[in-house]
């Protein structure tokens, strides 16, 4: 049975006094989001808003774990999710005895903000600074989650709130939740179904790479959404539908366009590197994404909103606004409150008045919630006598149903159990015509005679030397020459190959002089002059992959060893198997091929490894351990010839039925003898191999033994059964 709860019903828990919140948009109703697989309830307490969230979907001691494993997490801005206490009968046995259903139940911060599927969903508009910001920050926080070894694991945008657009001061402007999927090293992974998303590569994504996909396209819709057209082709609740991934479709050459019309060629080049991806390994590490973003002073001028022309009719939004204005200098915030959320649910979604309305929704709610705890402290402080203590009560209408504010039905959570309540902030009333600060020019560029759209491929293997690849776009016949640079690293000039047009540039690198360690991003400079944006990166390895065939069940290749970390392989100094042993190598590490050659063998540079001193190694490993593909087949087990023995069967039922005829065949019986077993009735082998036993009763059942001349036993002729009336016939083999 689902949880079930009331308005202001007290939840006890590690001693302190939670109250059931109210639902903002629903009168009557406790404010309790339903998800897929969890219903995650609002709670407040003296110390601010905590979210329960009550699972269905896994209710195991590993949740346990998990948290602990996490709390280290929550120190890093946007994952302050991480600080979590899950509840079990061992801890909480009174609360559990009277809820049942909250074992394993998690209580965590709840993080203010609108999740960024809200802004898909409802078309919200953000200026170009805001979805810089935006980018920038989930780039930060993801490169945070790689370089520790870790992953989100269902990166979508459901899980991706943004507290920085209700909050400036926050401490990170995006913020990641549902962590139960997060794992890594040092991070068990919980043992649920994968995840559906429209985010996720069309191949399997495995170890650190799960998250380079989807993340990135969480980052290209953030940096494209200012534009008008990305708004209006966007999906449902991402701006790609699963049917779009890596296809030519039209939303994905509107967000190109939009991409390179305004960031420049980097970001677009970026979405041209996934869409030509074939699997999660060769997507960008995260990390490259803070080195592609353009930076803060890139962000277009916002240029003051245009005055609204006054209308014949009076503007009925314009009308609420003012009413709402006025209500609250009257002193009656709350109808204030309903009058701007009726404006904002009027105002189209392209509107320079909707920003304002949000944030001021916003700061009335914390101002109204921040009123009633102190006027409820007081009133108890008036009635409840010293040394009692006091109970706060606290009322909280958080999230219009509307707008930035609305929350959809994912398992959200969201402000710490231990979180300072906020003072309350004036209150600040959006204008009709709101004004920006225009955000400095960024430094001119040189005019150039030529253009460039697009690079491909933009990645280039340099163990295949002489590399070609294409530049389009327009004015290039103008260009007479072409070079590569990067710093720290020699020009390298390209030869520019016949057939180039004025629209297609076709460059080759006919000799790379320079010693490349990885995958370095080069500009590209014509005629002289860099081309903004526009870079081609070498890599000096194949593929990226990861560890897969270090198993248990393969120790009987001799190849997998065990430590206290667990089991791991070795690389050779050279590929073969006498070769010096050296570094470790793990399941999940990540490595760069660097040659495939000879066969059966990768010569590979370790990527990431548990061990972060083991980076940059190199060496040579069999294939299998890396792909778990091919491996040898166990040996097949030797086993040693069986002696010769006689092997019986009954011939036919044609003796006299006092007697048994035994024939043997295939061995020298001379000497040979045999007796029937219990009785005193016995013959002997004569030179034909025919011995005839008699004395028996009609159809007697017996066994007999045939022994050797020494007397002893023969092999196979031990106990052998029979009856009269029967011939048996032996074979010595």
């Known amino acids: 049975m689902p949880f079930q709860v009331n308005i202001d019903e007290q939840l006890i828990i590690e001693g302190t006094s939670y109250y059931v919140c109210a639902h903002p948009a629903i009168p009557g109703y406790p404010f309790i989001q339903e998800g ?18 009550v699972q269905s979907q896994l209710r195991d001691q590993a949740l346990c774990t998990h948290a602990l494993q996490l709390q280290p997490l929550s120190a890093i801005p946007g994952l302050q999710a991480a600080r979590r206490l899950v509840l079990t009968a061992a801890d909480q046995p009174a609360l559990i005895r009277t809820y049942p259903e909250l074992e394993y139940a998690i209580l965590m911060p709840w993080v203010h903000g609108p999740p960024w599927q809200e802004l898909i969903r409802y078309r919200r508009p953000l200026t170009p600074s805001q979805c810089l910001n935006l980018a920038h920050a989930l780039a930060d926080v993801l490169v945070n989650l790689e370089q520790r070894g870790l992953v989100h694991g269902d990166l979508q945008s459901a899980n991706v ?38 985010y996720l590569h069309p191949a399997p994504a495995q170890g650190l790479m799960a998250d380079r996909f989807s993340g990135a396209l969480l980052i290209l819709e953030l940096l494209g959404w200012c534009d008008e057209n990305v708004r209006n082709a966007a999906a449902d609740n991402s701006f790609f539908s699963a049917a779009d991934l890596l296809q030519p479709t039209e939303r994905y050459h509107i967000l190109r366009e939009a991409l390179a019309r305004r960031w420049g060629l980097g970001p677009a080049q970026m979405l041209d590197r996934l869409w030509q991806s074939t699997s999660p390994s060769m997507c960008p590490p995260l990390k490259d994404w803070q080195a592609i973003l353009p930076s803060p002073t890139m962000a277009p001028v916002e240029e003051p909103s245009p005055s609204l022309p006054t209308p014949s009719l009076p503007d ?20 204030a409150l309903n009058e701007y959320r009726s404006a904002l649910e009027r105002l189209p979604a392209h509107d320079p008045r909707v920003g304002e309305v949000m944030q001021t929704i916003d700061t009335l709610e914390r101002q109204l919630s921040q009123s009633t705890i102190t006027k409820q402290r007081s009133d108890l402080n008036m009635a409840v006598p010293v040394g009692i203590g006091v109970v706060i009560i606290v009322l909280l209408a958080l999230a219009s149903a509307i707008g930035l504010n609305r929350v959809p039905p994912s398992d959200l959570v969201v402000t710490s159990p231990t979180a300072v309540v906020e003072p309350a902030t004036p209150l600040v009333t959006p204008s009709p015509t709101p004004t920006m600060t225009p955000s400095p020019l960024p430094s001119p560029s040189p005019v150039l005679a030529f253009r460039v759209d697009r690079i491909m491929p933009t990645e280039l293997f340099t163990g295949a030397i002489p590399l070609e690849f294409t530049v389009q776009g327009a004015g290039l016949s103008t260009v007479r020459t072409a070079t590569l640079r990067a710093a720290g690293y020699e020009p390298i000039a390209l030869t520019i190959i016949a057939g180039s047009s004025d629209s297609e540039l076709r460059l080759r690198l006919a000799n790379l002089k320079t010693s490349l360690a990885g995958a370095i991003p080069f500009t590209l400079e014509l005629n002289g002059t860099p081309v903004p944006g526009a870079a081609v990166t070498l890599r000096d390895f194949v593929s990226i992959r990861t560890v897969a065939g270090v198993r248990a069940e393969y120790r009987y290749t001799g190849r997998i060893e065990e430590d206290g970390q667990g089991l791991f392989s070795r690389l050779y100094a050279e590929p073969v198997a006498t070769s010096s042993l050296t570094d470790p190598i793990r399941n999940g590490d990540e490595v760069e091929v660097l040659s495939d050659q000879p066969a059966g063998w990768y010569r590979i540079r370790i990527r990431t490894s548990s061990d972060q001193n083991l980076a940059g190694r190199s060496g040579y490993i069999e294939r299998w351990l890396i792909d778990n593909i091919d491996v040898p087949p166990p040996p097949t087990p030797t086993v040693p ?16 039925s006092r007697c048994v005829l035994i024939q043997i065949r295939g061995v020298d019986t001379s000497g040979w003898s045999v007796s029937v077993d219990g009785l005193r009735l016995g013959a002997v082998f004569d030179a034909s191999g025919d011995a005839r036993i008699c004395g028996l009763r009609p159809r007697q059942e017996v066994t007999f033994t045939v022994r050797d001349e020494q007397g002893a036993p023969v092999r196979g002729g031990v106990g052998v059964p029979t009856r009269g009336n029967d011939v048996m016939f032996a074979e010595w083999r």
């Open 36 to 53: 897929q697989s969890s219903r995650v309830v609002q709670l407040r307490s003296t110390s601010g808003f905590v979210a329960l969230k």
């Open 161 to 198: 709130m943004l507290p920085g657009l209700i909050d400036l001061g926050a401490a990170a402007s995006v913020a990641l939740v549902d962590l139960e999927t997060v794992h890594g090293a040092g991070v068990l992974r919980l043992p649920l179904p994968p995840p559906v998303s429209p």
């Open 641 to 656: 010839p069986e002696p010769p023995r006689l092997r019986f069967r009954k011939l036919s039922e044609t003796e006299d």
């Open 316 to 335: 009925p939004v314009a009308q609420l606004m003012t009413r709402a204005s006025t209500l609250y200098d009257q002193g009656q915030p709350y109808q």
